[in-house]
C-alpha cells in the first residue's frame, strides 16, 4: 500500500479530519520522528538546560481575511498562543511571518498587523521576530500568515491527550461552533437574524487558572479548531484508548449558531472554535473546573458535557435527546475548506 | 428555532412511543423513503426505540445515491473540460466515478465549486461570461423546482454559457416500483414531507388506490418521526389505507403551483436509471424542447460511457429495503466513507452513511468488561 491513499494532496488533508491524520502520520511524522514530535500533541515540551520550553507553529489561511468578530492577524495569535498553552504552559513569545500577495491593499494589511499587536498585548505576550515575503498577483490569496510561539512549562504535571481514565469529565469552557459559522456565513453571503461573531481570544488566562486550581486533576486540554469538538474528543479517546459518552442536552450553543447550523445542514460537533478548550479532569474536581471557568470572562458559559468510560476504547458516543446513544466520528472529507 | 423544539421534546416522544407499543398487536414493515428521514431516525436512535413489531426500512431517497455511475462519470468529464467551472451541492462532489471523484478532478486542476443553490451557479455565469458554467442538478422534486428557476432565468436573460447536467428524478415512480417488486415487504410508506411541500400529497392518492397501501406524509424532526409511525400503525391494525398528512403545519394538500409550473415548463418527465434499481418508467425529469441548449450533455457532446459498478457494493439492495446495511459484509471494513464502495457509503443522506456515522455495531469484545 502507498504511504497516502492520494497521489496528489486533497483539501481534505487540511481539513483536521482522518486525511490530516494520515498525512501527519505516515508522512511527516514518520520522518521526522523524535521524542517531542512522536507525542502528536498540539505543542513540543522539550528541556533546554533545566526548563521546560514549550513549542508550536501555526500557519492561517483563512478565506475571508475579515471576518464577524476578527481576523486572519487576531486568529494568528490568539491560536498560537492555544496551541502553546494547551499544554498549561506560559507563552512568552511569538514570531510573525507574512506571505503578502502582489496588490494587497497596505491599509488592510495595517488594520491587521494593529490587531494582532492588540490581541498580543491582551495576552501578555510579544512579537519578537517576524520575516516577509510577497509573492506574485494569483499566486497567493491576499496573504498568510504563519506565527510560531515558545511558552515555559512552570508546573510539574503531565497534561496530555494520553493521560484520559475512566470516570473522568469532559468540561467545555464556552458556547461552541461560532467561528466556523462566523466566517461561513461571511464567505457565503448568508445573512442570519442575530449576527454570528467569531469566538477568537487566547486562552492562556483559563488555562492557567484551571493548572492552578486544579493540579494533576488536570488531565487534559486541547482547543476544538478544526474538526471541532468531536477532532479533539476522538483524538483524546485513540491517545488514552478509553470511550467518551457525551450528553447532547448539555452542550452549550448559542440558539442562532444552532439555527444556522441546521439550515446549513452541518453539525455543530464538527464545526471549528477559536475560543474555546475542551479539559479532561477527574470526576471529584468536575465541579471545581467550572467554576474556575465560569470566573472568566471567556469562561462563563463553560459547561460539563460528558464522561471518560473505559470501554469500548476509542469510540466517542452521544447519548442523544431521546435517551438513546449515536456515534461521533472523526470527521470525514472536507465539512468546511479554509477555516483558519 | 424555539418552533423545532416541540418536535425534539423527548416527553413527547415517551408519550408516542407507548401509544405505539398500545397499538401494535403484530409485525409490520414500513418505508421512511427520504434520506433526510433515515438520517433523523439513525441519529436519534428511532430504531432502537421502536416495539420489535415495527421494521423501518430505509427507502431510495437520496438522490446523490441513485444517480447512475454513468452520469457521474459524464460529469467528471465535463469538468476535466478547460475553460469549464463545474458546480453542484457538496454532498455530489465525494460520489466516486469509475476512476475518481469530483474532488480529485478538482485538485487535477478541474474548475469545480461548491453551491448552495443554483442560482449561485448561474450568478458565475453571469461575472464569468468567457466560462462555460454547468450546474450538476440533483434531487427529487424538492431541490428541482430551483434548478428550473436557473434554467428560466437564464433563457430570461438570454445567458449562453450556462448549462445544466440534469439528474433530477421523482418520487412517486419510484414508490409504485417498489411495491411492483417481487420481493417487496413493505406494508405502508412514511411520505417525504419536503417533497410533499412542492408536489402536494394528493400525489400519492394514485399509489394508494392502485396498490392499497398506507402513506403518511410525514416530517423529519423525532416527535414527527414517531408521529407518522404511530398513523401507520394504526392504519395497518385498522385495515385503512389512506394518504394522511402528519405534517400540515409544512404541506399543503395541492403543494406549490408555482413550483410545479415553473417545473412543467422547464422539464419535461422521461424513463430514467437508479442506480442500484434499474430504470424506472417515467421517473426522472429531462430539459424540455424549449430549453434543449442549456442541456450539458448535448452541448459538450459527451459520449456514451461503459461503467461497471464494484460488484461488491449491495447498494441496490439497501436503497429498495431488502437488506440493512449492517448486513453487509463490506459495511465498516472493505466500504467507508473514506473507502466508499457505493454511493450510499458516501452520501451525507446514504442509509450506509448514517449507520457507519452514528450506529456502527462496535465490535463486540471492545464493549466487554
Same mark, same amino acid.
Given at each position: 500500500?502507498?504511504?497516502?491513499?492520494?497521489?496528489?494532496?486533497?483539501?481534505?488533508?487540511?481539513?483536521?479530519?482522518?486525511?490530516?491524520?494520515?498525512?501527519?502520520?505516515?508522512?511527516?511524522?514518520?520522518?521526522?520522528?523524535?521524542?517531542?514530535?512522536?507525542?502528536?500533541?498540539?505543542?513540543?515540551?522539550?528541556?533546554?538546560?533545566?526548563?521546560?520550553?514549550?513549542?508550536?507553529?501555526?500557519?492561517?489561511?483563512?478565506?475571508?481575511?475579515?471576518?464577524?468578530?476578527?481576523?486572519?492577524?487576531?486568529?494568528?495569535?490568539?491560536?498560537?498562543?492555544?496551541?502553546?498553552?494547551?499544554?498549561?504552559?506560559?507563552?512568552?513569545?511569538?514570531?510573525?511571518?507574512?506571505?503578502?500577495?502582489?496588490?494587497?491593499?497596505?491599509?488592510?494589511?495595517?488594520?491587521?498587523?494593529?490587531?494582532?499587536?492588540?490581541?498580543?498585548?491582551?495576552?501578555?505576550?510579544?512579537?519578537?521576530?517576524?520575516d516577509t515575503k510577497v509573492v506574485n498577483r494569483g499566486k497567493g490569496d491576499k496573504l498568510f500568515i504563519n506565527?510560531?510561539?515558545?511558552?515555559?512549562?512552570?508546573?510539574?504535571?503531565?497534561?496530555?491527550?494520553?493521560?484520559?481514565?475512566?470516570?473522568?469529565?469532559?468540561?467545555?469552557?464556552?458556547?461552541?461552533?461560532?467561528?466556523?459559522?462566523?466566517?461561513?456565513?461571511?464567505?457565503?453571503?448568508?445573512?442570519?437574524?442575530?449576527?454570528?461573531?467569531?469566538?477568537?481570544?487566547?486562552?492562556?488566562?483559563?488555562?492557567?487558572?484551571?493548572?492552578?486550581?486544579?493540579?494533576?486533576?488536570?488531565?487534559?486540554?486541547?482547543?476544538?479548531?478544526?474538526?471541532?469538538?468531536?477532532?479533539?474528543?476522538?483524538?483524546?479517546?485513540?491517545?488514552?484508548?478509553?470511550?467518551?459518552?457525551?450528553?447532547?442536552?448539555?452542550?452549550?450553543?448559542?440558539?442562532?449558531?444552532?439555527?444556522?447550523?441546521?439550515?446549513?445542514?452541518?453539525?455543530?460537533?464538527?464545526?471549528?472554535?477559536?475560543?474555546?478548550?475542551?479539559?479532561?479532569?477527574?470526576?471529584?474536581?468536575?465541579?471545581?473546573?467550572?467554576?474556575?471557568?465560569?470566573?472568566?470572562?471567556?469562561?462563563?458559559?463553560?459547561?460539563?458535557?460528558?464522561?471518560?468510560?473505559?470501554?469500548?476504547?476509542?469510540?466517542?458516543?452521544?447519548?442523544?435527546?431521546?435517551?438513546?446513544?449515536?456515534?461521533?466520528?472523526?470527521?470525514?472529507?472536507?465539512?468546511?475548506?479554509?477555516?483558519? | 428555532?424555539?418552533?423545532?423544539?416541540?418536535?425534539?421534546?423527548?416527553?413527547?416522544?415517551?408519550?408516542?412511543?407507548?401509544?405505539?407499543?398500545?397499538?401494535?398487536?403484530?409485525?409490520?414493515?414500513?418505508?421512511?423513503?427520504?434520506?433526510?428521514?433515515?438520517?433523523?431516525?439513525?441519529?436519534?436512535?428511532?430504531?432502537?426505540?421502536?416495539?420489535?413489531?415495527?421494521?423501518?426500512?430505509?427507502?431510495?431517497?437520496?438522490?446523490?445515491?441513485?444517480?447512475?455511475?454513468?452520469?457521474?462519470?459524464?460529469?467528471?468529464?465535463?469538468?476535466?473540460?478547460?475553460?469549464?467551472?463545474?458546480?453542484?451541492?457538496?454532498?455530489?462532489?465525494?460520489?466516486?466515478?469509475?476512476?475518481?471523484?469530483?474532488?480529485?478532478?478538482?485538485?487535477?486542476?478541474?474548475?469545480?465549486?461548491?453551491?448552495?443553490?443554483?442560482?449561485?451557479?448561474?450568478?458565475?455565469?453571469?461575472?464569468?461570461?468567457?466560462?462555460?458554467?454547468?450546474?450538476?442538478?440533483?434531487?427529487?422534486?424538492?431541490?428541482?423546482?430551483?434548478?428550473?428557476?436557473?434554467?428560466?432565468?437564464?433563457?430570461?436573460?438570454?445567458?449562453?454559457?450556462?448549462?445544466?447536467?440534469?439528474?433530477?428524478?421523482?418520487?412517486?415512480?419510484?414508490?409504485?416500483?417498489?411495491?411492483?417488486?417481487?420481493?417487496?415487504?413493505?406494508?405502508?410508506?412514511?411520505?417525504?414531507?419536503?417533497?410533499?411541500?412542492?408536489?402536494?400529497?394528493?400525489?400519492?392518492?394514485?399509489?394508494?388506490?392502485?396498490?392499497?397501501?398506507?402513506?403518511?406524509?410525514?416530517?423529519?424532526?423525532?416527535?414527527?418521526?414517531?408521529?407518522?409511525?404511530?398513523?401507520?400503525?394504526?392504519?395497518?391494525?385498522?385495515?385503512?389505507?389512506?394518504?394522511?398528512?402528519?405534517?400540515?403545519?409544512?404541506?399543503?394538500?395541492?403543494?406549490?403551483?408555482?413550483?410545479?409550473?415553473?417545473? @412543467?415548463?422547464?422539464?419535461?418527465?422521461? #424513463? /430514467?436509471?437508479?442506480?442500484?434499481?434499474? +430504470?424506472?418508467?417515467? *421517473? &426522472? %425529469?429531462? =430539459?424540455?424542447?424549449?430549453?434543449?441548449?442549456?442541456? @450539458?450533455?448535448?452541448?459538450?457532446?459527451? #459520449? /456514451?460511457?461503459?461503467?461497471?459498478?464494484? +460488484?461488491?457494493?449491495? *447498494? &441496490? %439492495?439497501? =436503497?429498495?429495503?431488502?437488506?440493512?446495511?449492517?448486513?453487509?459484509?463490506?459495511?465498516?471494513?472493505?466500504?467507508?466513507?473514506?473507502?466508499?464502495?457505493?454511493?450510499?457509503?458516501? *452520501?451525507?443522506?446514504?442509509?450506509?452513511?448514517?449507520?457507519?456515522?452514528?450506529?456502527?455495531?462496535?465490535?463486540?469484545?471492545?464493549?466487554?468488561?
Amino acid at each position: 500500500m502507498p504511504i497516502l491513499r492520494h497521489r496528489t494532496i486533497q483539501l481534505a488533508h487540511g481539513s483536521g479530519g482522518k486525511l490530516t491524520h494520515e498525512l501527519i502520520t505516515r508522512l511527516f511524522a514518520d520522518r521526522f520522528s523524535n521524542p517531542a514530535l512522536d507525542r502528536l500533541d498540539d505543542q513540543a515540551v522539550i528541556d533546554c538546560g533545566g526548563i521546560r520550553l514549550a513549542f508550536s507553529t501555526d500557519s492561517y489561511v483563512v478565506d475571508p481575511i475579515f471576518f464577524p468578530g476578527g481576523n486572519i492577524g487576531e486568529l494568528a495569535v490568539n491560536g498560537t498562543i492555544n496551541d502553546i498553552c494547551m499544554c498549561g504552559a506560559r507563552p512568552v513569545a511569538l514570531s510573525a511571518a507574512f506571505i503578502l500577495e502582489e496588490g494587497l491593499a497596505v491599509a488592510d494589511l495595517e488594520r491587521i498587523v494593529d490587531s494582532m499587536q492588540r490581541a498580543a498585548a491582551r495576552a501578555g505576550v510579544d512579537i519578537v521576530t517576524g520575516d516577509t515575503k510577497v509573492v506574485n498577483r494569483g499566486k497567493g490569496d491576499k496573504l498568510f500568515i504563519n506565527t510560531a510561539g515558545i511558552g515555559i512549562v512552570d508546573h510539574p504535571y503531565d497534561i496530555s491527550a494520553r493521560r484520559l481514565e475512566a470516570d473522568d469529565r469532559i468540561v467545555i469552557s464556552g458556547r461552541i461552533a461560532n467561528h466556523g459559522m462566523a466566517v461561513l456565513s461571511k464567505r457565503e453571503g448568508l445573512a442570519f437574524e442575530s449576527p454570528i461573531e467569531s469566538d477568537t481570544a487566547a486562552l492562556n488566562r483559563l488555562t492557567s487558572a484551571l493548572v492552578s486550581g486544579l493540579g494533576a486533576s488536570l488531565h487534559a486540554m486541547r482547543d476544538p479548531t478544526r474538526g471541532g469538538v468531536a477532532a479533539v474528543l476522538n483524538e483524546f479517546a485513540a491517545a488514552s484508548g478509553v470511550g467518551i459518552v457525551l450528553e447532547e442536552s448539555a452542550l452549550p450553543i448559542a440558539p442562532a449558531v444552532a439555527g444556522a447550523c441546521e439550515l446549513l445542514g452541518l453539525d455543530p460537533l464538527y464545526v471549528a472554535n477559536e475560543g474555546v478548550l475542551i479539559a479532561v479532569v477527574a470526576a471529584e474536581k468536575a465541579e471545581l473546573a467550572v467554576t474556575v471557568l465560569r470566573g472568566h470572562e471567556l469562561g462563563r458559559r463553560a459547561a460539563l458535557i460528558g464522561r471518560v468510560r473505559a470501554k469500548p476504547p476509542g469510540l466517542v458516543a452521544m447519548r442523544t435527546l431521546l435517551g438513546t446513544e449515536r456515534i461521533v466520528d472523526m470527521p470525514v472529507g472536507e465539512q468546511l475548506p479554509r477555516i483558519c | 428555532m424555539k418552533y423545532l423544539e416541540e418536535f425534539r421534546d423527548p416527553k413527547i416522544a415517551r408519550q408516542m412511543l407507548s401509544e405505539i407499543r398500545r397499538t401494535v398487536t403484530r409485525p409490520w414493515v414500513m418505508m421512511e423513503i427520504c434520506g433526510g428521514q433515515t438520517h433523523s431516525i439513525i441519529r436519534n436512535g428511532i430504531d432502537q426505540l421502536l416495539p420489535e413489531s415495527v421494521t423501518l426500512v430505509h427507502g431510495p431517497g437520496c438522490p446523490v445515491c441513485v444517480t447512475p455511475l454513468e452520469l457521474i462519470d459524464r460529469a467528471l468529464a465535463i469538468a476535466a473540460l478547460p475553460g469549464v467551472i463545474f458546480t453542484s451541492f457538496g454532498d455530489m462532489l465525494r460520489v466516486p466515478g469509475s476512476r475518481t471523484d469530483l474532488f480529485g478532478v478538482k485538485s487535477a486542476g478541474g474548475d469545480v465549486r461548491i453551491v448552495y443553490s443554483p442560482l449561485d451557479a448561474l450568478q458565475i455565469a453571469r461575472t464569468h461570461p468567457d466560462r462555460e458554467v454547468v450546474f450538476f442538478g440533483v434531487g427529487f422534486e424538492t431541490t428541482a423546482p430551483a434548478t428550473a428557476m436557473a434554467v428560466h432565468q437564464a433563457h430570461r436573460e438570454g445567458l449562453k454559457n450556462f448549462f445544466l447536467l440534469a439528474a433530477h428524478v421523482l418520487v412517486p415512480p419510484a414508490m409504485s416500483a417498489l411495491l411492483e417488486s417481487p420481493t417487496n415487504r413493505v406494508q405502508a410508506y412514511l411520505a417525504a414531507g419536503h417533497v410533499c411541500t412542492v408536489m402536494g400529497w394528493k400525489a400519492y392518492e394514485a399509489v394508494r388506490a392502485k396498490y392499497g397501501v398506507p402513506i403518511v406524509v410525514t416530517g423529519f424532526e423525532p416527535v414527527d418521526l414517531l408521529d407518522g409511525v404511530l398513523a401507520a400503525v394504526r392504519q395497518l391494525e385498522e385495515g385503512r389505507a389512506e394518504v394522511e398528512n402528519r405534517y400540515a403545519r409544512v404541506v399543503q394538500p395541492e403543494g406549490n403551483r408555482m413550483a410545479q409550473e415553473l417545473m @412543467a415548463d422547464v422539464f419535461t418527465v422521461r #424513463d /430514467r436509471k437508479w442506480r442500484g434499481i434499474g +430504470v424506472i418508467p417515467a *421517473s &426522472g %425529469l429531462g =430539459l424540455s424542447d424549449r430549453y434543449l441548449q442549456y442541456d @450539458a450533455e448535448r452541448y459538450f457532446g459527451i #459520449d /456514451r460511457i461503459e461503467v461497471s459498478e464494484p +460488484v461488491e457494493c449491495k *447498494s &441496490g %439492495l439497501v =436503497l429498495q429495503g431488502i437488506l440493512k446495511p449492517t448486513e453487509c459484509p463490506a459495511f465498516g471494513t472493505r466500504c467507508t466513507p473514506e473507502t466508499p464502495l457505493g454511493a450510499t457509503m458516501v *452520501s451525507s443522506e446514504g442509509a450506509c452513511a448514517a449507520y457507519h456515522r452514528y450506529h456502527r455495531p462496535a465490535p463486540a469484545e471492545l464493549w466487554k468488561g
